[in-house]
Every structure is written in C-alpha cells, then in structure tokens.
C-alpha cells in the first residue's frame, strides 16, 4: 500500500516536472542570475576580532594587600560568567561607544549626512550593525567588528578592547576616591585626638605623674618611714606628691586607658585608610588578551556563493509551492 502510493506520488511529481520544468527552469535561473548580480553589489566587509578573558577582582587592595577575606579569589585567575556578562555590559555601554563614534569619525566613515532628522539613530544602528560582542565557550569574550577598511576593523576593535579598562577604572576610581576621602577624614579626625590626649597626658606626666600604681606604692612606703623617722618635713613633701597624684591620677588611668583604645582603632584606620588610597590612586587591568587585532587580507562579508545558492533555491521551491497551489490537479 505504501510503496503504492510512492509510486503514484513520484509519477505526480515527474510529470508536473515535465509539465511546469520550463517554467522553474527559467525562474531559478533569472533568481541564480540575480542573486550573482546582487551580491556583487554588496560592498566587501573584513573582520577583525579581539578575544579577551575579564579578571576574577576589581578591588587592587584584595587582590595584592592580603585581604583575610578575600583569598579565594586569585587577580591572576580568569573571571567566570559573572565576570564575562560583566565585560560585555561596559562593551556596550555610550562612554566606550561615544568614544569610537568620536575617535574614528564615524559619522562621515559610514557616510551619513549629518542633516539627516535621525542622524544618531542611524549611526547608532551602523554602530551595532558593525561591532559585535560575545561570550565563547570558553568564557572569553569576542570584540568582532565588520568594516569596508580593514585598517578601520582592526585600529576599532584593538581601541575597544583598550577602552574597557578606562572606562571601568573611571567607574571604580570614581567610588574609590569617595572612599578613600572619607576614610582619609576620620583618620585624620582620629589623630587629632590622639594628639589632643597626649598632650594632656604630657601635661599631667609634667607634673610628676608617670606611673600612678607604682609611684603611690612607693611613696606611700617613704611617707610612712618618713612619719615613723620623724621626719616631718619630709613627710610634708611625699604628702604634697601624693596629693597631687591623688587629684589628677584617676584623670590620667582613665587617659592610659582611652589612649589605648584610640591606638587600636589608629591602627586599624591605617590599615583601611592604605588600602583606600592604593584602590583611589593605583589602576589595574582588568582583562587578558589572548588576541589582538589584525588586519585581515580578504573580506568575510558577504558570503556571496551562500546568497546564490540560498536565494535560487528558495526561488525554485517558492514558485513549485506556487504553481501547485495555482492547480493542485496538474
């Protein structure tokens, strides 16, 4: 029953051939004929590309100043999906589009009238027409750019891929700075205090106080061998000594101790404030290239054999599809 009907569907199918040949003989060869013409008319595109991997941090004061916290990232590793979506959202972004339009006059290079009502828009889709970015396999991300100058391709896409640092340096220093402004504040607020309680202390310590438990011990042993001696007179002077430790002592522990613990929080502050600053004045890159650029020797755009052979075979199945349903009988 089946080979039947394959045999009646293959005679249907050879004797509209006979019958309608002619016709998609002649339509193929006008769209095999056009599609040559056409493709010729199509101006010859060159590629270049650049493949770069991101790096794993953005911070330099974890990556180089033994961060505690921060050891599982290694700044010579290659960034993962994160870091690569990452890249290709400031590939894309107006600063480092706005920079090549600029750079490489693009407006004129692609030959649109600058009079024109929707200027930018067209330039805009040029722009994204021509230069491409991708993520590959391999977690790396592709700079591919299309140019009638393939000096143009090349000197583009090796630019971009330059921009990519300057631009996210520009939007980490930006924070960095901030940062670094304000811890650089509090340090400094911090050290005028210290200041202010050494200086007070020194005051203190002018008056004979250096070491309160100690000196209270000892001279509270030479009072009572001075009063025990007799020794009045120089009971009078270890009293006055005690006196005076007596009224300013409890100012100068409560001091000891303050300054201790304004130490620690200097100490640590410098520890912040040093890697603020290395984050606020210090640049890193924050990429690997594997590939740079080069100028490429034949054009990849068009494929003008694929256009031919894409176009005159649509043209033969679109006019059979035609023709049958024009007269399904024939």
């Known amino acids: 029953m ?13 004797r509209f051939l006979r019958k309608r040949g002619n016709l998609l003989l002649i339509t193929s060869i006008l769209a095999f004929v056009s599609s040559i013409i056409f493709s010729l008319l199509i101006e010859d595109k060159y590629e270049s590309s650049v493949i770069l991997f991101p790096s794993t941090t953005t911070s330099i004061s974890r990556a180089l100043l033994n961060d505690e916290n921060y050891k599982e990232k290694d700044f010579l590793e290659f960034g993962e999906e994160e870091e690569a979506e990452q890249l290709i959202q400031i590939l894309r972004s107006n600063a480092i589009r706005n920079h090549i339009i600029e750079k490489f006059d693009l407006m004129n290079h692609y030959d649109i009238n600058p009079d024109a009502k929707y200027k930018q828009t067209e330039l805009i889709q040029e722009y994204e027409g021509n ?3 991708h993520r590959t396999k391999f977690m790396s991300v592709k700079i591919e750019v299309l140019d009638t100058d393939p000096i143009y391709a090349a000197n583009i896409a090796n630019e971009i891929s330059i921009m990519v640092d300057i631009v996210r340096d520009n939007m980490l220093k930006k924070r960095a700075v901030q940062a670094f402004n304000i811890v650089k504040g509090e340090l400094n ?3 005028r205090e210290v200041g202010k309680i050494e200086d007070t202390l020194n005051q203190i310590r002018a008056k004979g106080i250096q070491d309160y438990e100690t000196q209270v011990e000892v001279l509270s042993n030479q009072y009572g061998a001075a009063v025990v001696k007799g020794n009045m007179k120089a009971a009078k002077i270890l009293q006055d000594k005690l006196d005076t430790i007596s009224k ?15 130490r620690e929080k200097l100490s640590d502050l410098r520890g912040v404030y040093a890697k603020a600053r290395v984050n606020a004045e210090s640049t890193i890159d924050q990429k690997f290239i594997v590939n740079e650029a080069y100028v490429s020797e034949k054009p990849s755009y068009p494929i003008r054999w694929l256009i031919v052979v894409a176009s005159t075979l649509a043209t033969f199945l679109f006019t059979m599809i035609v023709l049958i349903l024009i007269d399904p009988n024939q």
């Open 2 to 14: 089946n080979d039947q009907s394959y045999d009646i569907n293959s005679n249907n199918l050879l």
């Open 131 to 133: 230069i491409d970015f």
């Open 189 to 191: 607020n911090l050290e």
């Open 248 to 262: 300013y002592g409890g100012k100068y522990l409560s001091l000891v101790q303050q300054m201790e613990y304004e």
